[in-house]
């Protein structure tokens, strides 16, 4: 079974919407970012939400250091996107679908970038293995975030698996959750 990874930049306040926040508010810190390259390397492909394809495929295509992704298979959960543009783009209808993919015996991690209400959605279904969380050291107040505050099945329990804080106030939080 292939593991599902959700990577987010997020909020100390638990906001990942729009982030361009976190290069506009913290000073760049390169070691705080390495945990993206070993992502990439690690990753047999790249699963996202219908509103993080839209925004990613007209950019990342066009940046060397996406090469890696931009080879690699992608996968898009939506009800509506049909004939996308982005090489090696296949569109999932459903979490089900997400599933039989997790099953499948193709290599590497499967990686959620972005994509909150899809890794909302991915984690109610039980189908998150880990985070892997930036934290930055601001607070937003507003925003999509990536726990719900409004659902008890939204629960759950996680274990620390990696850390590291930078010399930004950046930290590294890469959480199992505990099955």
Same mark, same amino acid.
């Given at each position: 079974?292939?593991t ?11 906001v ?12 760049y ?6 945990i ?5 390397e690690?990753?047999?492909? @790249? ?6 394809y ?6 990342? *295509? /066009?940046?060397e #250091?996406? $090469? ?6 992608k ?6 996107l ?10 999932l ?19 959620v ?12 279904a ?6 892997? @969380?930036l ?12 726990? *719900? /505050?409004?659902? #008890?099945? $939204? ?25």
């Amino acid at each position: 079974m292939r593991t599902l990874i959700v990577s987010e930049f997020i909020s100390l306040d638990g906001v990942v919407e729009s982030p361009d926040w976190t290069f506009e508010v913290v000073e760049y810190d390169e070691a705080a970012y390495a945990i993206k390259g070993r992502e990439q390397e690690e990753a047999g492909c @790249l699963l996202l939400g219908r509103q993080s394809y839209d925004e990613f495929a007209p950019v990342w *295509p /066009t940046m060397e #250091e996406f $090469a890696d992704y931009n080879a690699m298979p992608k996968y898009v959960v939506s009800s509506t996107l049909e004939n996308p543009e982005w090489n090696n783009t296949t569109v999932l209808r459903s979490l089900d679908e997400v599933a039989a993919l997790k099953e499948s015996d193709e290599p590497g991690t499967i990686l959620v970038h972005a994509s909150a209400t899809l890794a909302q959605g991915l984690a109610e279904a039980g189908l998150v293995d880990r985070y892997h @969380l930036l934290v930055y050291p601001v607070v937003l107040g507003t925003g999509k975030r990536l726990f *719900p /505050t409004d659902s #008890e099945s $939204a629960r759950q329990k996680l274990s620390l698996a990696e850390h590291a804080v930078y010399s930004n106030g950046i930290q590294l939080n890469v959480l199992d959750v505990v099955r």
